[in-house]
């Protein structure tokens, strides 16, 4: 089993820069890949970011491309979005995802493991 615990979010203007983290429990997870996804308000869950456990490849959802940057420290077993230029369209609760599995880091089906949750909300 994994505990994922996220932290950063917060209130910011448009515009505006947040840094969110995301600590694994299990030693494990720095042999994984790792994703960030959000689910604003009537919206289904969608994928933001993801990366591979050496870091070496990385996803990005159109809608946040040149905007946000995904990173990990697996020393620390921690994964951080760093979200810079935020919209309004932004503001969604963000969770950290990972599995204990190898497959396409896009591959939305493949994470099993979950976050509780941040709330980023971003005011116009």
């Known amino acids: 089993q994994v505990q994922l615990v996220e932290s950063g979010g917060g209130l910011v203007q448009a515009g505006g820069s947040l840094r969110l983290s995301c600590a694994a429990s299990a030693r494990t997870s720095s042999s994984y890949a790792m994703a960030w996804f959000r689910q604003a308000p009537e919206k289904e869950r969608e994928l933001v970011t993801a990366?591979?456990?050496?870091?070496?490849?990385?996803y990005y959802a159109d809608s946040v491309k040149g905007r946000f940057t995904i990173s990990r420290d697996n020393a620390k077993n921690t994964v951080y979005l760093q979200m810079n230029s935020l919209k309004p369209e932004d503001t969604a609760v963000y969770y950290c995802?990972?599995?204990?599995?190898?497959?396409?880091?896009?591959?939305?089906?493949?994470?099993?493991?979950w976050g509780q949750g941040t709330q980023v909300t971003v005011s116009s």
């Open positions: 995802a990972t599995r204990l599995r190898y497959d396409s880091i896009s591959n939305i089906d493949s994470y099993d493991y």
């Open positions: 990366i591979s456990w050496s870091g070496g490849s990385t």
